[in-house]
């Protein structure tokens, strides 16, 4: 007979009668949740109290009843779920005419973890007869253990990937995924071990329990650390802020705007449902540069353009423009859903107008070999072309600029690994008489860097201008404020990168940092996510500062 304890015990009668209700009360809040695309500061009660009702719903499947194919099939969906919702939230946030930004399949997935979890606690109430614990049918024993040798074979897995995810920098896929989505983790090897624990035979020896058990919340405990350890780091990153710009956080939004932004650094419901995106306009595809001479002979380069909706009167936007330049180490990437397409539609339903622009690539070696490389746009670049390919940007958006309704009185730019590279290149350029780049009707206001890989070309066999290639070397007392984000464990783009940058900014200019825990390379790729929700947050806060 399987290792499940009987649900009369009064107390677990209790714990089932109160996961009835969480459940129902999930359900419920959840469809509010979704319709009102809410995303305030005390739905986080609401995002506890669905995280404490999975794990109460794996948990239960471990008291016996005759419906016990039930308990097995959801503990199958949770795993299956929970590996599925990272990457259904992240493919809707990078389709970038998916308005919404949200998975219909992932809503689905969820509700449905609460429906059956509900139903199987109801299932539970009942009292367990004699007959029925005679009637019940083991597993085939020869099923039973392949089962659990495999199960068990993921306990392993787990236990490699807690190392991976302490210890980071590994520079490879792993750093990229793990950190971000490690609480879907956390309650994969929960589930993963209630699943073991109820295949284990009643005979079995206590200490193979204790084992599982021990192992089992282990890692569940260790997948939680990204999100723990970021919320205790708020309180630092808040403080590098003021400190850099003089203002608190809280104190940057006027009243009246308030409910345009989010109102806390981290809403848990979005982790999982995916965060909503506001209403917002695209173009996509544009073409503003063709060369015909020269390296950049046969070379197309386009940029996508996100406006605010009509009737945008009342946004704190106020069409303020945002130039966002995408990553892939100089040789790979593009925009659209490979520059996180997600931000550029949060910010144009803020009220910006955002430009997603393409540069030409190196012709060199990628690191990224799975990143798509558009053929438009590769020939033997160094990175001082990529840089004037932004100026040729910007020379065309002075002359069209009316046809996005973009204010070019205040600019921001941003971009991500070599990507903050550029952006920081062509921001600080802006100040320099020979390196600057940028159309004279544009006025930079602010630079958003994101693991900016200043100094880091030349590893990748890319030349260029010294000061090109480290714009740290270009701060002066008249540059622009910067917010840098950064990942403790990125082995792409060190910390120290980032660091140095903030420190050289912070004696000349005014910087703040960013720095996450556990955070590794594109730690900000999971829009919903810990990481990239805390950045919003201040990013949002530093435009409308500095505009």
């Not at 089932?16 to 009360?25: E, H, Q, Y």
């Amino acid at each position: 007979m399987e290792n499940s304890p009987s649900c009369n015990n009064k107390y677990l009668h209790f714990f089932i009668r109160a996961l009835v209700i969480a459940n129902c009360a999930s359900i419920l809040l959840g469809l509010i949740y979704i319709i009102t695309k809410a995303s305030h500061g005390l739905w986080n009660i609401y995002g506890v109290l669905l995280l404490i009702t999975l794990l109460g719903n794996v948990t239960a499947t471990l008291f016996q009843t005759k419906y016990r194919s039930l308990d097995y099939i959801y503990l199958l969906l949770t795993i299956i779920s929970m590996m599925l919702l990272p990457v259904l939230n992240r493919s809707a946030s990078e389709d970038v005419l998916n308005t919404t930004s949200r998975s219909v399949i992932s809503i689905t997935l969820l509700l449905s973890l609460l429906v059956l979890g509900g139903v199987i606690a109801v299932l539970k109430l009942r009292p367990i007869k004699k007959t029925d614990e005679a009637s019940s049918h083991e597993i085939n024993h020869t099923l039973r253990i392949t089962i659990q040798i495999l199960l068990s074979a993921s306990l392993v897995l787990g236990i490699y990937l807690a190392y991976q995810l302490i210890t980071g920098r590994s520079a490879d896929k792993i750093e990229m995924v793990l950190p971000t989505t490690s609480l879907f983790l956390s309650i994969i090897f929960f589930t993963i071990s209630m699943l073991i624990l109820k295949l284990l035979h009643k005979k079995t020896k206590a200490f193979v329990k204790a084992t599982v058990i021990i192992l089992g919340l282990s890692l569940t405990v260790i997948f939680s650390l990204p999100l723990v350890l970021t919320l205790a780091t708020i309180q630092d990153v808040e403080s590098n802020y003021m400190k850099a710009f003089g203002v608190k956080s809280a104190d940057i939004i006027p009243p009246e705007k308030k409910q345009y932004f989010t109102d806390t650094p981290f809403v848990l419901p979005d982790y999982f449902f995916g965060a909503a995106s506001g209403d917002h306009r695209v173009k996509q595809d544009i073409l503003y540069f063709e060369g015909t001479t020269g390296i950049d002979k046969g070379i197309r380069l386009h940029f996508d353009a996100y406006m605010p909706p009509k009737n945008d009167e009342e946004l704190p936007g106020n069409h303020l423009v945002l130039i966002r330049i995408h990553g892939g180490a100089w040789t790979a990437g593009d925009k659209g859903h490979l520059n996180r397409a997600q931000i550029n539609k949060h910010f144009a339903s803020l009220g910006y107008v955002v430009f997603d622009v393409q540069h030409g690539l190196s012709n060199e070696e990628r690191l990224f070999r799975f990143l798509e490389v558009p053929a438009n746009k590769v020939a033997g670049f160094s990175v001082d072309d990529m840089v004037r390919h932004i100026g040729h940007f910007t020379d065309y958006l002075a002359e069209h600029h009316d046809e996005y309704g973009a204010n070019l009185d205040s600019v921001f730019i941003s971009g991500r690994s070599s990507g903050g590279q550029i952006a920081n290149a062509v921001g600080l350029g802006s100040k320099n008489r020979q390196h600057n780049v940028l159309n004279p009707h544009l006025t930079i206001k602010g630079i958003i860097s994101v693991y900016p890989a200043n100094g880091l070309s030349k590893k990748a066999g890319i030349e260029g201008t010294r000061e090109i290639i480290d714009p740290s070397l270009l701060v002066t007392e008249d540059s622009p404020p910067a917010l840098i984000y950064q990942g403790t464990h990125d082995g792409f783009v060190d910390q120290s990168v980032s660091k140095k940058f903030n420190q050289t900014y912070s004696e000349k200019s005014k910087s703040a940092l960013i720095l996450l825990p556990l955070a590794g390379h594109a730690s900000n790729t999971y829009f919903s996510g810990y990481y990239n929700q805390v950045f919003m947050y201040y990013m949002e806060r530093f435009m409308y500062q500095h505009q």
